[in-house]
């Protein structure tokens, strides 16, 4: 069975600091992992995922196999940062369901 | 740009009335999903449909659901006897393609009484 699991509900950070929002997977394959986020008032939208090797909006996120981890980092978070996040995992196959985490409430203070 | 719509965006129910729940995806995509996040609770699968039919479905997906894509363009979810317990934001997504990103609709917020 696939979990995904953000220890964390609440997280608050003043403008400027680094944030990093963690995520720990479990799964017997290779996954893909992705980071969606959920701004107030809006949909949920894709950030950024793991084959990608993108920065999104100054957001990084490394696959670690070794701790089955997948932690979203940000070196200086702005008041815009704000939001819920949601790391997910796909499994592939003939299905690319997500399994999702209870999701962070990031709140960037000013 | 191009976005997923769902209707209605909140929905008031007797328990033990059918609803039906309305998404357009994405005109070109192929792949069609629905979750659920019941409230203060995690986003859920429930179902993924592809070439007219269920490619995969949840637990939670019994046999009070079902989903249709009646024309070429909307996806609905039908709760046949809705339960207290089906309140929650529902959620539908699709993609072109398989593994790529997802596109998420704003909700319908479901409220059974």
Excluded at chain 2, 89 to 103: D, L, P, T
Aim: proline share 4%; with cysteine.
């Amino acid at each position: 069975a696939q979990r995904v699991t953000q220890p964390e509900k609440l997280l608050s950070v003043f403008k400027g600091a680094p944030v990093e929002l963690k995520c720990n997977y479990s799964y017997s394959g290779s996954p893909e992992l992705f980071w969606y986020v959920q701004y107030s008032r809006q949909r949920l939208q894709l950030l950024l995922r793991h084959i990608s090797r993108e920065s999104i909006k100054g957001f990084t996120a490394d696959l670690n196999k070794g701790e089955t981890s997948f932690h979203l980092k940000k070196p200086f978070a702005q008041e815009e940062d704000s939001a819920m996040y949601y790391c997910a995992l796909s499994s592939g196959g003939s299905n690319y369901k997500l399994t999702f985490g209870k999701g962070t409430l990031l709140t960037v203070n000013p | 740009e191009p976005e997923v719509t769902q209707t209605p965006s909140h929905q008031v129910t007797q328990m033990g009335q059918e609803v039906i729940l309305r998404c357009v995806p994405i005109s070109n995509h192929l792949y069609f999903y629905w979750y659920r996040q019941i409230l203060g609770q995690k986003v859920e699968f429930l179902v993924s449909f592809y070439n007219n039919e269920i490619s995969e479905k949840s637990e939670i997906f019994d046999d009070q659901f079902s989903v249709e894509r009646p024309d070429g363009s909307n996806f609905t979810l039908k709760i046949r006897s809705t339960k207290l317990e089906d309140s929650a934001m529902y959620f539908c997504a699709s993609n072109y393609h398989q593994g790529g990103e997802q596109f998420f609709g704003p909700g319908t917020r479901l409220t059974v009484l």
